[in-house]
């Protein structure tokens, strides 16, 4: 939670972080979510791809991000066809979230328009 208000409050109020950032973040990351601060960059940049780590305009929510880190600490297991619903409920409850954020900032960016 520190890591990722260090790198969001400022300047998009703990909502999201910019995709170019995230190599800065994971190597800020204590683990278990993160990785071990001894990871060499090329297994780091590995690791980052293999998470599916959505991005939406070269940002990166915070759900989403939670979600694919947790799953990669502690997720790493076969899936039964119950399981695999319960998992794409989940992602679509976390798209959904990531659009009501989208439409928040929206509509606080057209407030400042007008102020």
């Known amino acids: 939670m520190n890591v990722w208000i260090e790198f969001t409050s400022v300047q998009y109020r703990c909502v999201k ?27 780091m940049k590995k690791t980052m791809i293999k998470m599916g780590i959505r991005c939406d305009d070269g940002f990166i929510y915070f759900n989403e991000l ?3 880190c947790m799953r990669r600490a502690y ?7 119950r399981m695999q619903i319960i998992e794409l409920k989940t992602q679509y409850k976390i798209m959904s979230k990531t659009l009501v954020a989208q439409n928040l900032q929206n509509k ?5 328009l007008f102020f």
């Open 108 to 112: 606080l960016k057209d407030q400042n």
């Open 75 to 81: 997720g790493n297991f076969k899936l039964n066809k």
């Open 17 to 43: 972080i910019r995709e170019k950032r995230l190599y800065e973040f994971f190597k800020r990351l204590p683990p278990p979510i993160g990785l071990p601060s001894d990871t060499p960059d090329s297994e």
């Open 66 to 68: 939670l979600y694919r």
